[in-house]
């Protein structure tokens, strides 16, 4: 199992200059991607933007969208953006998708929050027809664009997995919640006649050091939508290099091709303690 780290571009008021240094440290230190959140009302950096900021100082490590509120930008905007960062960090973009929980996001970019799911699935449909095509450039390095992963926990985003995607996303918790839903992603598979096996990501949250309450606070307004579950996120979240030991082995045991650890605290050392965890696992 690989194990890559997302940038504290998530993290309002987290400084520019240290969202570029922990791109350079994450190559450094060995993490196999570097991730990015999407919100559009919240203080957090836009995806794109971040990631190719973090493409344009490092040469190794690959760009995840984890994930990506797909609907609220126009499939051909969308397309050109993919393929645009894409072609800029030389083939290393991983795209992850989503419908987003928030109605406030869709509100603010004008969209309709009731027609997500229609609307993601059209754009998927869409996606690689434009990056094939002539209309819209540049061309992806790959002919079939970067690969893609589709998040959700429901039937009918299993079902836009198994149809458009190389693989699935799933949005955190234990490593029995994530063995769930890989079965449902691996029988979506199967459903739809698909060879292989789909890829399997996962996402944990983390703050270690001493920097819990601080990590916190932070998940607590992240998911104040969610009301009383944003205590239960705020709880799981990995503060101990043993807890994330077990995590990590949770996860590996689980099936899961790829981890995704989640900054809480926009610090540099919170990076440096997760590798000096995880280069001790190796």
Not at 52 to 70: F, G, N, Q
Not at 122 to 140: F, K, T, V, Y
Not at 195 to 218: I, T
Request: include cysteine.
């Amino acid at each position: 199992m690989r194990i890559g780290i997302a940038l504290p571009s998530g993290i309002p008021g987290a400084d520019g200059t240290l969202v570029i240094d922990w791109a350079v440290r994450a190559e450094e230190r060995n993490f196999s991607h570097l991730a990015a959140v999407d919100r559009v009302r919240y203080g957090n950096y836009e995806p794109f933007t971040v990631l190719a900021a973090a493409a344009s100082v490092t040469r190794r490590i690959r760009l995840a969208t984890t994930i990506l509120i797909a609907p609220l930008r126009s499939t051909a905007l969308l397309a050109k953006q993919v393929a645009s960062l894409d072609r800029l960090s030389n083939g290393r973009l991983v795209l992850g998708v989503g419908l987003g929980a928030r109605a406030d996001d869709y509100e603010a970019t004008e969209v309709e929050y009731g027609s997500r799911g229609k609307r993601l699935s059209e754009q998927l449909a869409d996606l690689r027809r434009h990056w094939e095509g002539d209309l819209i450039g540049p061309h992806p390095p790959r002919p079939r664009g970067p690969e893609i992963l589709i998040g959700g926990d429901s039937g009918p985003a299993f079902a836009r997995m198994a149809r458009y995607a190389e693989g699935y996303i799933h949005g955190g918790g234990p490593p029995r919640a994530f063995a769930r839903a890989a079965g449902q992603a691996r029988a979506a598979w199967i459903d739809a006649e698909r060879p292989g096996r789909p890829l399997l990501w996962g996402q944990g949250y983390f703050a270690l050091g001493g920097a819990a309450d601080a990590g916190a606070r932070y998940l607590k307004d992240y998911y104040a939508f969610s009301g009383p579950f944003a205590e239960k996120i705020a709880a799981a979240m990995l503060t101990t290099p043993q807890a994330v030991n077990e995590y990590i082995r949770g996860y590996e045991e689980a099936g899961c091709d790829e981890l995704s650890l989640l900054p809480t605290v926009a610090h540099l050392e919170q990076l440096d303690r997760l590798a000096d965890i995880v280069g001790s696992l190796v």
